[in-house]
């Protein structure tokens, strides 16, 4: 008697079994799946050399995903309000993070926009500030600069005051973490109002002004200036339509320095 080859073996098992169709996946969603990997890894294009691989394991995802779908559906797990809670949350993000990506794409950062952040972005300033025991005298004293004053002999006519005349250096990209009312300032300038600080008060004023000779060349971080100048551009706009809405976005508070 000769024996059976598996083959034989396997089909006579597959009798009268009816096996379904693997569901079919548009390419269109396979293309939007690589895409969010795409996003995931910090918008780096997928390697040519692996593109075929990923679409491959983005439709087998989809795919188990159809046919986990199609079951949930059998066992009517659709008419959950839970579940429909979920789908118009997914609905609302997808129509979001389409509208977020569309103003990224129609907003243009001009060359001129990209130097000056960058200069912005690496300069250091040296500050100067003489400190007050109230207000009042730090108003008196931030009028009389105002009148032409020279800053250091207005802080040398107040011996009994704090000082620092020399005044520190610092990269304006760390000043974050300082207050308002100091960052922004350029050369010359001083602090419009008195800086209240732990129970004292200070004028502050930018003596000087240099570019950092560490800052990494304007090539180099082109393209993340321009990312970061999108992105603020967006939040703004963001912003504007929120409020025009109704809904106000608090600022996020300054971290304070380390």
């Known amino acids: 008697m000769k024996k059976a080859s598996i083959a034989a073996m396997v089909m006579a098992c597959m009798v009268g079994v009816a096996v379904a169709a693997v569901p079919a996946v548009e390419d269109a969603r396979v293309d939007a799946m690589v895409k969010q990997f795409e996003q995931m890894n910090q918008g780096q294009a997928i390697p040519a050399a692996q593109l075929g691989q990923i679409k491959e394991q983005a439709k087998q995802i989809l795919q188990r995903q159809e046919i986990l779908k199609q079951e949930a559906l059998k066992q009517g797990l659709d008419k959950k309000p839970e579940v429909q809670a979920m789908l118009k949350n997914l609905e609302s993000q997808v129509y979001a993070e389409a509208y977020v990506e569309q103003l990224k794409n129609t907003i243009v950062i001009s060359e001129a926009d990209l130097q000056a952040k960058y200069r912005e972005m690496t300069r250091e300033l040296k500050l100067q500030f003489a400190e007050f025991n109230s207000k009042e005298d730090a108003v008196k004293a931030q009028q009389l600069l105002l009148k032409g004053a020279n800053f250091a002999d207005l ?20 000043m974050g973490s300082f207050p308002a009312e100091i960052r922004g300032l350029v050369k010359g300038q001083i602090t419009a109002e008195p800086v209240a600080l732990e129970g004292k008060f200070y004028l502050f004023r930018v003596a000087d002004e240099r570019a950092s000779k560490e800052a990494p060349a304007f090539e180099q971080i082109k393209d993340q200036l321009a990312a970061e100048a999108k992105n603020a551009k967006v939040e703004e706009q963001l912003k504007a339509l929120f409020k025009a809405n109704g809904l106000e976005i608090p600022e996020a508070p300054v971290a304070p320095a380390q």
């Open 155 to 174: 802080a040398k006519s107040l011996p009994e005051q704090k000082q620092n005349l020399e005044g520190n250096w610092w990269p304006a990209a760390q």
